[in-house]
């Protein structure tokens, strides 16, 4: 066993087993709150009450384990005195998910307890009803579990309860309570509203408390604070923060007090709330926060439409060239005419027949590749792809490649005497020792490659930018100045993988293309700038950015949008996800609905300052 010097268990590394996983009844809507039961390793510590554990799935998707309050610990003795932990866990992000999906006899990493415990009241070890000194606990939604088992440490009517949910109640059935009052949002349950409906500064001085605990979202527990300290009660919050460790050393997890940043893994989570600094955030990075908007009406849509150039695509997913072929290929996997647009496959004017040796290499979070630019070359294109891909509901793009100034005009050329609506121009290829990432490289060379195709088409021309760039922004910008009608970026990032049992690199090129997930926070960072320095040019001279890099999911679209994207090309996740794009296309749907955006623009770019 690992103590202080106050009896508080120290973290640890243990494993457990799941014991059971269900949703928890009473919770709305079902399903939206688990209970998840680990049986910890034998000669484990239980912990005290309001700690936590970082809690990780052995087989997991995710980077880092989850803090998730205990709600309630036992000894079995019929397991050799084994400790059985109870959580329960809000279903909300891909890491909660995950955990609340673990069946019985599943594998968990967890980590703690972690943190600090609620100080106990005076009168714990000699309670009499007839003093009438008795504490208040409150909870709200997920934030009832540390309390709830707080709660349980105490004498029975020693305490009052006070509970606050959006709909429905959950949590409460181990209470024993003098009295215990639910709000709810909706009033389906108890009083209706929130928590200040049956709880005021009034109430409190009403109760004669000693003392205040409580768990939940920071501004009801701003507001706890505010009327404690008006009625003179002692409270201790419970705090929550995003954090990697758990133990103190990551310092993600720090909030702001009146003795400075303190820690909520390791000072916290449980802090005196007199300390405790709860500031209206109106800035983020000094950008404003958001007004709240009112959802749009039930019969209502987003147009997710935009428009390049007189070109109008439905919506702003596109299948990303190099990883769609020439959308066909999909045709029976999912509806590809649900798509805003599909890029063909990198065309250069002679058929290619790629790289040798391997092509691919996956990652933990990403795909390498070194394909080489394979395809049939633009004339087979032209005669064979073309007509199926116009045949397609989404706007179709031609991407092409080159090597010299002369293919990419000649190239751009055949392209131009056909009924294809978009030519998005590659000076990106990482893949290729000679041709197109030389152009993509320099103001000088990028600008030349689009003044010579902007010679020879009036279709809308797309620019394909490389990452590789030291000097990305000025390049975007010669693009525009040349000629471009939309930036697209970021094509392959460049890395290295290595074979250690044979001691060479995995690619014969040895550098290959990096895409997937790994790349996405980068990308977001790489439009935010292009988008930044294109909204400083004169209005008529502005064009739109599509992004590229890691996009997955709709709220990686979303986040590409707010960074000022007009859309998203989506590439390696439809490998990974044939259904990606479609998930997508309905998420960002939904999304804008709930929040109020009537179109794209209305959200696209609102964090640029």
Request: net charge negative.
């Amino acid at each position: 066993m690992f103590k202080n010097c106050q009896g508080i268990p120290y973290p640890v590394f243990a494993k457990g087993v799941v014991s059971e996983c269900a949703p928890v009844v009473g919770a709305v809507p079902f399903g939206s709150v688990y209970s998840l039961k680990v049986l910890l390793e034998a000669g484990s510590q239980e912990p005290a009450a309001g700690q936590f554990y970082m809690l990780h799935a052995v087989r997991s998707d995710v980077l880092l384990g989850r803090p998730i309050s205990v709600y309630h610990s036992q000894v079995l003795v019929e397991e050799e005195n084994r400790v059985e932990l109870t959580f329960l866990i809000l279903l909300k992000g891909k890491g909660t998910k995950e955990l609340c999906s673990l069946d019985f006899g599943d594998l968990i990493n967890l980590i703690g307890p972690c943190g600090n415990r609620f100080p106990m009241p005076s009168f714990n070890d000699s309670f009499d009803k007839g003093s009438h000194r008795k504490v208040l606990i409150i909870g709200g939604g997920i934030g009832v579990a540390p309390v709830a088992g707080f709660a349980e440490t105490l004498p029975a009517g020693s305490y009052d309860f006070y509970a606050s949910f959006k709909s429905g109640s959950y949590g409460l059935e181990n209470l024993k309570a003098e009295k215990i009052v639910i709000t709810t949002d909706d009033g389906s349950v108890g009083v209706h509203g929130m928590l200040p409906a049956a709880l005021t500064e009034d109430t409190l001085k009403a109760g004669n408390y000693e003392a205040v605990y409580a768990c939940g979202p920071t501004p009801m527990l701003a507001y706890i604070q505010k009327i404690c300290k008006a009625a003179g009660v002692k409270s201790w919050l419970s705090m929550e923060a995003h954090m990697a460790c758990g133990v103190g050393v990551c310092l993600g997890c720090v909030i702001d007090t009146t003795e400075g940043k303190k820690r909520c893994c390791k000072e916290g989570p449980v802090f005196d709330g007199d300390i405790l600094l709860f500031n209206s955030v109106t800035e983020v990075a000094g950008i404003k926060v958001q007004p709240r908007r009112e959802p749009l009406a039930a019969d209502q849509e987003p147009d997710l439409s935009f428009t390049l150039k007189g070109v109008k695509f439905p919506n702003p997913v596109i299948g990303s060239s190099g990883t769609f072929g020439f959308g066909v290929e999909y045709k029976t996997l999912f509806d590809v005419n649900r798509l805003g647009g599909i890029s063909s496959k990198g065309l250069t004017l002679e058929p290619r027949q790629g790289n040798d040796g391997i092509r691919l290499h996956e990652t933990p979070a990403g795909l390498m590749n070194s394909i080489g630019l394979q395809n049939p070359g633009i004339p087979h294109f032209i005669e064979h792809e073309l007509p199926e891909m116009m045949a397609l509901k989404p706007v179709a793009i031609a991407n092409l490649s080159g090597s010299s100034l002369e293919t990419y005009v000649e190239g751009a050329k055949l392209l131009d005497s056909t009924d294809v609506p978009v030519i998005e121009l590659n000076i990106s290829c990482p893949n290729v020792s000679a041709g197109g990432a030389a152009f993509g490289m320099t103001c000088v060379g990028a600008e030349s490659a689009v003044r010579a195709v902007r010679a020879v088409t009036k279709k809308p021309l797309i620019v394909k930018l490389t990452p590789q760039s030291q000097e990305l922004v000025p390049v975007a910008l010669s693009c525009i100045e040349a000629g471009a009608d939309a930036i697209s970026l970021c094509n392959s990032f460049q890395g290295i993988a290595i074979d250690i049992e044979r001691g060479v690199p995995v690619f014969d090129k040895l550098k290959a293309g990096f895409g997937g997930p790994a790349v996405r926070p980068i990308a977001v960072r790489l439009v935010y700038e292009i988008v930044e320095a294109i909204n400083k040019l004169p209005a008529e001279k502005r064009v739109p950015v599509i992004a590229i890099g890691g996009a997955a999911t709709w709220e990686d679209a979303v986040e590409f949008i707010m960074a000022g994207a007009s859309a998203i090309q989506v590439g390696t996740a439809t490998f990974a996800n044939s259904n990606a794009m479609i998930e997508m296309i309905d998420g960002l749907a939904a999304f804008m609905k709930r929040k109020g955006y009537h179109n794209i623009e209305e959200m696209r770019g609102i964090i640029q300052k």
